[in-house]
C-alpha cells in the first residue's frame, strides 16, 4: 500500500493529509467560494423564514440567471407538469413552493460545482451526479413512506452526502482514482481503504467542506456519519439517508434491474424495527416500488437541470 501511496498518487502520506490539507486547495479551486454563493445562501435563509413571502425569495433569486433559469425549467418539467407554461420566475416559486426552491438551490450548486470540475471522464462525472440526485429522491420518498417529518432536510442531505466523493475527483482525478472505482459495493469497506490510502475518507472531506461552507450541523453529521450511522447515536436523519444511499447504489447509471432486496439495508430495518410485523412487510414491498420510481425520478430531475 505504501508503494501505491507513492507511485500512483506521488506523495508521501505523512505529506498529505486528508481532509484540511485538501479543502484548502478545494475552497481556492472553486473560485466562488464556499458550497453556497451569495445569492443562494441569501435565498435559503428567505425560505427559511415563515414571514417571507414569494416576492421576497423572487427579488434574491432572480439577481443569479443561472439559477432562476433552473427554477422555471424545473416548473415546466413533467415533475410538475403545469396546464400552462410558466413564464414567470415568481409564478415558478409559487408552483413548486419554498422547500421545492431550497433542493432546487442546493441541486443547482451541485450541478455548478460538477460543471465546474476538472473531471475529463464523463463517466465518473455522470456517476457522481446521478448518485447524489437518486440518494436525494430515495430520502424524499422514505421520509414521506415513513411520516418522519421532515422538511426538506432529507432530499438536502441525501444530495450532499457524498459531496466528499465530487470534491476529491473535481480536485485530483488520479488521487480518486486511486482509492474508489464507484463500484458502490461494501461502502464500509470503500471507507476503510481510503482512511489507509489517504489518512482520511471522503465524509470527512465533504464535512469539513460543509462545516467551512456554513451548513447547518445536521448536514454535517449525515455526510460525515452516513456510512456507519449505528456507531453512536445519531439523529434518524442519518439513518434515513444511509437507506436512501444503500438502496441507490443498486442505480449506478440509472439502471435498475429490479433485483434490490431491502431486507438486506440495515439502515431501512433500523428505521422501522418498532413497527408490527405486517406493517413491515408492507414497508418492504412498498420501499421496492420506490426505487423503480427513484429511477425514473431521477432522470427526469436530470433532464429538466441538464437539458
Not at 486547495?25 to 453556497?36: A, E, R, V
Not at 469497506?189 to 489517504?198: A, F, G, K, N, Y
Not at 448536514?219 to 447515536?233: C, G, K, L, S
Request: hydrophobic letters at 40%.
Amino acid at each position: 500500500m505504501a508503494n501505491l501511496e507513492a507511485d500512483v498518487l506521488g506523495i508521501c502520506p505523512q505529506d498529505y493529509h486528508l481532509p484540511n490539507d485538501i479543502v484548502d486547495h478545494l475552497l481556492c479551486h472553486f473560485s466562488d467560494g464556499p458550497l453556497l454563493s451569495d445569492v443562494a445562501a441569501k435565498a435559503i435563509v428567505i425560505a427559511e423564514n415563515p414571514t417571507s413571502s414569494v416576492r421576497d425569495i423572487t427579488l434574491v433569486i432572480e439577481s443569479d440567471p443561472s439559477l432562476a433559469m433552473r427554477i422555471l425549467r424545473i416548473a415546466n418539467s413533467v415533475l410538475y407538469s403545469p396546464a400552462t407554461p410558466i413564464l414567470s420566475l415568481e409564478n415558478a416559486i409559487a408552483r413548486i413552493g419554498f422547500r421545492e426552491c431550497t433542493s432546487i438551490i442546493y441541486a443547482s450548486c451541485i450541478a455548478r460545482m460538477l460543471e465546474k470540475s476538472t473531471l475529463a471522464d464523463e463517466w465518473t462525472r455522470t456517476v457522481l451526479r446521478d448518485h447524489a440526485f437518486s440518494t436525494a429522491i430515495l430520502s424524499r420518498h422514505l421520509n414521506e413512506l415513513l411520516s418522519l417529518g421532515y422538511q426538506g432536510e432529507d432530499f438536502t442531505c441525501g444530495l450532499l452526502h457524498d459531496l466528499g466523493r465530487i470534491l476529491i475527483a473535481s480536485y485530483s482525478p488520479s488521487i480518486f482514482q486511486a482509492g474508489d472505482d464507484l463500484t458502490f459495493g461494501d461502502e464500509s469497506m470503500q471507507v476503510t481503504h481510503e482512511d489507509r490510502l489517504w489518512g482520511s475518507n471522503h465524509c470527512e472531506v465533504g464535512a469539513v467542506f460543509v462545516a467551512r461552507s456554513g451548513l447547518p450541523a445536521a448536514a454535517v453529521d449525515v455526510i460525515r456519519h452516513h456510512h456507519a450511522p449505528a456507531e453512536e447515536p445519531h439523529p434518524p436523519l442519518v439513518t434515513l439517508v444511509a437507506a436512501a444511499d444503500h438502496a441507490a447504489n443498486s442505480l449506478v447509471c440509472r439502471t435498475y434491474t429490479g433485483t434490490y432486496d431491502p431486507s438486506t439495508n440495515e439502515y431501512f430495518s433500523e428505521l422501522i424495527s418498532h413497527r408490527s410485523p405486517a406493517e413491515r412487510a408492507t414497508l418492504l414491498e412498498q420501499f421496492i416500488e420506490l426505487i423503480g420510481q427513484t429511477n425514473d425520478a431521477t432522470s427526469q430531475m436530470i433532464a429538466a437541470f441538464c437539458s
